[in-house]
């Protein structure tokens, strides 16, 4: 992604998503009067040469993007209610994968790891499940857990065994409203 800037802060967050909004005007001209065959191929192998990510075709570009709406729909959601003891979260746009989760953020005693994705409902359980063994596996020392996932990807009627230290997140990327659900710990 264009975007440099990978500490998200209330001062910056949104600056951020203003840009990368409107960095998304121009897509969609690369398939503009395609139909049928021509319409696919080109979804599929046409550079889209404008928004935040020029360089891939739409189809990756549309798996990137709505992603990233998540990220930063949620991050703004968390700064704005306060929901976890950070002033800044350090994330990951994109197909990323330097600090090996796709959010973080620390202070002093506490650390918080995390993972996004935007999906159809039809593919919700497989992303989760790879999602949650992503923390399960690298968060021993993480005081927080967080799996932050598009809020119509969940099929109608779900309701998740959440585990005890992992807080989902939903996030609506249209009107930029969280719902955060914890599992309290059985003592």
Avoid: C, W
Wanted: no cysteine; aromatic share 8%; net charge neutral.
């Amino acid at each position: 992604m264009q975007q440099k800037t990978r500490n998200l802060n209330e001062q910056n967050i949104h600056l951020i998503k203003e840009d990368f909004e409107r960095s998304l005007s121009d897509l969609g001209a690369s398939v503009q009067g395609k139909s049928g065959v021509a319409l696919l191929t080109s979804m599929k192998r046409d550079k889209v040469g404008v928004g935040p990510y020029p360089d891939v075709t739409l189809f990756e570009a549309a798996n990137r993007i709505m992603s990233d709406l998540v990220i930063l729909n949620g991050i703004a959601g968390l700064l704005r209610e306060k929901s976890f003891p950070f002033t800044e979260y350090t994330v990951e746009f994109g197909n990323e994968d330097k600090n090996g989760f796709d959010i973080r953020a620390s202070s002093p005693t506490q650390t918080l790891i995390g993972e996004a994705f935007n999906v159809a409902p039809s593919f919700f359980q497989g992303k989760k499940s790879s999602a949650l063994k992503k923390l399960r596996a690298g968060a021993a020392d993480s005081s927080y857990k967080i799996l932050m996932f598009n809020a119509d990807a969940p099929p109608k009627g779900y309701s998740a065994r959440h585990e005890a230290d992992t807080y989902h997140v939903s996030v609506d990327i249209s009107n930029g409203a969280i719902a955060i659900h914890h599992q309290t710990p059985i003592l």
